[in-house]
């Protein structure tokens, strides 16, 4: 081969040069949030959903404030009023216009929903960590009690703690619905930690002599953050559901006080001639909840990529 | 400083490390054992590189974790700077872990994504509590500068970066507190040629630079040899054959050692005929089923 | 006239920032009963050019540009989906890097192999079964006809790869893409299963493209090599011609920066390391691609402007460089 040494030379010089080569410049330079922001705008059914999961919001934050009504006035002369500009829904037995109290009931129910969400989050979180971040035996023991717990009817217990205070308000709808509904939270929270201790990073930390706390604090439960927000929109339906039912029953917010549940309870003697009454929260529960499950279909695909469908 | 006369940086001997295979019905029972590291015994001297070379399922990385004390050894001994690692605990084991550090293979999982670069390689420092938040700061901007990376980069996320690059962020944060021994545990595998040609380069010179020893653990067997300075060839927990390099290179004794070695393509058309013609011998003499 | 003939192939991914290039401008060809390596780093495009000529790349994002991709006569990129399926597998069978994930985990061994046999050639159960333990032990798994009825998570990683191979082959393929085959095998099973793919395919008369990054599986199995960068074919050779006298600066630095496990070498010899990343995809540069990470683009401005074509150096040996080794020897001082 014929070579010109001068040429190899240089080749060689510039090429074997001290390992410290300059690493360059990142070759991404975007963040994380603005990458799933771009994906979950991709879902087209979860932007709409979003839209009016937050119409709906909006709807039962400033309702009440800007009616001119009062949601709490009985007066006969305006009962079962029809749809129209001046009542929008109509009126009830009692002469109040369904508008207004549907947005404070949407309040209170959304209010309890994400209330007992977050409870049942917190308490899975807790939970699920020392479960899975421990492991051994104590793994072993915490999920075989969470199974036997499972077996626990929900409904009935959340029936019993409403029994148990004198006055069924907020706090109190939202413990029981907590009670009994955070099992599966825990067993995501746990199975999260467990794949995500396996990672090198953790172990990293682990070789500079992180403590535990430090571990879970900074490198495991950060890192849940995106499933957990899917899990909230995956868990609020049922909640929201569980408060319209008890209420619904009587066991739970009664009238005069205003939730979707209590509304349909309102509704329930009448429905057969006045249906709007019924079907003004059933409509409002089930816009909340398909909104819920396309919301978290679209954080699904926005904050782990891997699950999309090509 | 030379050591010349004292005991090895690091001496492992008679190393066994059994994982119980559990079943049972409500209360499990070990019906079997994994036995990842059965019975190893090296040294290796201050400054030099031990490569460890053996195929997946050896028990090569989890040698590493042994060593590092990742993994508590179910017999044997790590004698690391005169201090028997195994018999150390909780403060004295934390303290201890300044010493020795580890680089990983995957340069995708090693780095928290939610951290920025710099608290990625300041971890060491905080958690170990040195000097102050400005001094911390400007240490990190050192390690990054040293291991060929533009300091003004700290405020960046990992996935920002590509794999050589991430794998110099896990190199700077090994570096971090100065420790004697680093275990290298395949750093360069998940790597394209010319990156890894890069990385090995820089391990390279921080090795002479800082005086660091290695264990430097790989299955590619060119790679082991451009970095090592003894050898140690693992096969199902044992080592089959250890020496200076160049020498198990040249005339390897064991049989596995050589069906190894000869499985190695060879970036030379020519020669790699001929060297199909004694893989297939060996590889009759050896009898393996795949 | 060659079995395959690939002729300035362009495959574009639709992204959000633009097209991603990633096979801008391949030519090729393979004859019958030769083996081709296409290698290069990861993101060079070999492995879509492998997936182009299948047609198995996504459609929605991905698509062929332009170019044309003639097998035995037929022009690939016009013939239908159906038709393709025809091909697929009956006469062009492809093997993947990952023998984990390219198996079935819920479908037998004997299942995934007669799925193909029936597919293809209209076989009957029993005669399915049969060619079945024939091609298991074509591809050297021991007791053949008793592994038949196992699941994939029985066999090792070596094993999975051979029965991608037996049900590759099982229809008499004309031509073999491996894409990556031994990657994620050990050392020795990489061995094992290319002496494997290299007596069959003399025994079939088959041509075969063996896709990697790694030089040593290309000095082993390849008889003619396509050195692929940043979606190009940079250097195009036999594989003897192309290791004796390398003509791209890439190729140059790719085989200096590779550990040497025979010769000089171990812990003195410098690893050449080549700085620099490859260029991005989205907006590749109307100039050398290589030009910014080359030693020798500095000499003239010509790299820097405009992109070199890939021309004949030799006979049979081409080059994409303006600065191709045996010029710069010419150039002496």
């Avoid at chain 1, 994906?39 to 309702?63: D, E, K, S």
């Avoid at chain 3, 990952?98 to 209209?122: C, F, K, V, W, Y």
């Avoid at chain 3, 298991?136 to 998570?153: F, M, Q, S, T």
């Amino acid at each position: 081969m014929v070579v010109n040494p001068q040429q190899e030379e240089l080749r060689k010089r510039v090429l074997t040069r001290s390992g410290r080569v300059d690493a360059g410049a990142p070759i991404r330079q975007t963040s994380l949030w603005r990458d799933a922001w771009y994906r979950y705008r991709a879902n087209r059914a979860a932007v709409i959903a979003g839209g009016l999961f937050l119409l709906l919001v909006v709807y039962v934050v400033f309702g009440p404030i800007l009616s001119p009504y009062d949601p709490y006035a009985v007066d006969f002369s305006q009962a079962y009023q029809p749809i129209s500009w001046s009542h929008p829904l109509g009126t009830d037995q009692y002469g109040r216009d369904l508008f207004t109290r549907a947005a404070l009931g949407g309040r209170i129910s959304i209010g309890i929903g994400f209330a007992a969400t977050i409870a049942i989050m917190g308490i899975g979180i807790v939970y699920g960590s020392i479960s899975g971040f421990v492991g051994g035996r104590l793994d072993n023991g915490m999920m075989r009690f969470l199974d036997a717990l499972y077996g626990l009817p929900y409904l009935p217990f959340a029936i019993i703690v409403t029994q148990l205070f004198q006055t069924v308000n907020f706090y109190v709808m939202v413990i029981a619905l907590t009670i009994a509904s955070w099992f599966t939270a825990a067993r995501v929270v746990r199975g999260q930690i467990i794949s995500l201790k396996e990672n090198d990073y953790v172990r990293a930390a682990r070789a500079v002599g992180a403590r535990w706390y430090r571990i879970l604090g900074r490198h495991l439960l950060p890192n849940t953050l995106g499933v957990l927000i899917v899990f909230v929109f995956l868990e609020l339906p049922g909640v929201i559901l569980g408060e319209a039912f008890l209420s619904f029953i009587g066991l739970g917010i009664n009238p005069p006080k205003a939730s979707w549940g209590s509304l349909a309870q309102d509704g329930r003697d009448v429905y057969l001639a006045h249906p709007t009454m019924i079907l003004i929260p059933s409509v409002a529960i089930a816009w909340l909840i398909l909104c819920a499950f396309f919301i978290a279909d679209g954080l699904r695909d926005a904050l782990d990529p891997r699950t999309r469908e090509t | 400083m030379s050591r010349e006369g004292k005991e090895p940086l690091l001496v492992i001997e008679g190393l066994k490390k059994h994982f119980p295979v559990r079943s049972g019905f409500l209360v499990e029972r070990t019906v079997d054992w994994v036995k990842a590291v059965d019975g190893v015994d090296f040294a290796v001297e201050q400054g030099t590189t031990l490569g460890l070379v053996g195929e997946s399922g050896s028990g090569k990385s989890t040698m590493g974790y042994c060593v590092l004390q990742l993994l508590r050894a179910t017999a044997g001994s790590v004698r690391f700077d005169g201090q028997e690692l195994t018999e150390l605990k909780g403060e004295e084991l934390r303290r201890m872990r300044r010493e020795m550090q580890i680089v990983f293979q995957d340069p995708y999982s090693s780095l928290n994504p939610r951290m920025t670069v710099g608290d990625i390689v300041s971890e060491p420092l905080e958690v170990h509590g040195s000097g102050t938040r400005r001094s911390r700061r400007e240490t990190v901007r050192v390690l990054l500068d040293v291991v060929g990376f533009d300091p003004s980069f700290t405020n960046r996320y990992p996935h920002e970066f590509s794999g050589g690059q991430r794998q110099r962020i896990g190199i700077a944060r090994a570096l971090a507190l100065n420790p004697k021994l680093i275990v290298c545990d395949e750093p360069v595998s998940a790597l394209d040629v010319s990156i890894q040609a890069q990385i090995l380069n820089l391990l390279r010179d921080l090795q002479r630079d800082f005086g660091l020893t290695y264990l430097f653990i790989a299955h590619d067997l060119a790679v082991v040899r451009a970095m090592s300075d003894t050898i140690a060839v693992m096969n199902q927990g044992r080592i089959v054959e250890a020496g200076p390099a160049e020498q198990v290179y040249t005339s390897p004794q064991d049989e596995y050692t050589k069906a190894l070695l000869s499985a190695v393509p060879v970036a030379d058309p020519r020669r790699q005929r001929e060297r199909k013609g004694e893989r297939r011998r060996l590889r009759h003499a050896l009898a393996e089923g795949f | 006239m060659p079995l395959l003939e690939v002729r300035d192939l362009r495959t574009y991914f639709a992204t959000r920032d633009g097209d991603v290039k990633a096979v801008d401008g391949v030519s090729f060809s393979v004859e019958r009963g030769r083996t081709l390596g296409i290698v290069g780093e990861s993101g060079c495009g070999k492995s879509v050019t492998a997936l182009s000529i299948m047609g198995l790349i996504p459609k929605p994002p991905a698509r062929i540009v332009s170019g044309s991709i003639q097998f035995d006569g037929n022009e690939l990129t016009q013939v239908r989906e159906a038709e393709l399926e025809n091909l697929r597998g009956r006469e062009i069978a492809m093997i993947f890097q990952d023998p984990m994930t390219s198996l079935n985990p819920t479908l037998t061994i004997g299942t995934q192999i007669t799925e193909t046999l029936r597919r293809h050639l209209a076989m009957s159960a029993r005669e399915a079964d049969r060619r079945a333990v024939e091609l298991l032990e074509e591809v050297r798994i021991p007791r053949a006809k008793e592994r038949l009825k196992d699941y994939p998570h029985r066999y090792s990683g070596g094993m999975r790869q051979r029965v991608m191979i037996a049900i590759a082959l099982s229809c008499n393929p004309k031509l073999l893409i491996a894409d990556e085959p031994t990657t994620a095998l050990d050392v020795t099973v990489q061995a094992g299963v290319l002496d494997l793919l290299e007596d069959l395919r003399e025994e079939h008369q088959m041509a075969m493209i063996v896709i990697t990054h790694d030089m040593g599986v290309v000095a082993e199995a390849a008889d003619d090599v396509v050195v692929m960068y940043a979606g190009q074919i940079v250097e195009q050779a036999s594989s003897l011609e192309l290791f004796d006298r390398p003509e791209h600066p890439y190729t140059e630095a790719l085989l200096d920066a590779l550990p040497s496990l025979e010769g000089e070498g171990g812990r003195e010899a410098r690893l050449a390391s080549i700085p620099g990343r490859p260029p991005d995809l989205l907006d590749p540069p109307a100039a050398c691609r290589f030009a910014p990470r080359c030693p020798f683009a500095g000499l003239n401005d010509y790299c820097s402007v405009e992109a070199p074509e890939l021309r004949e150096l030799r006979p049979s040996h081409w080059v994409r460089s303006a600065h191709p080794a045996s010029e710069r020897a010419a150039v002496a001082v």
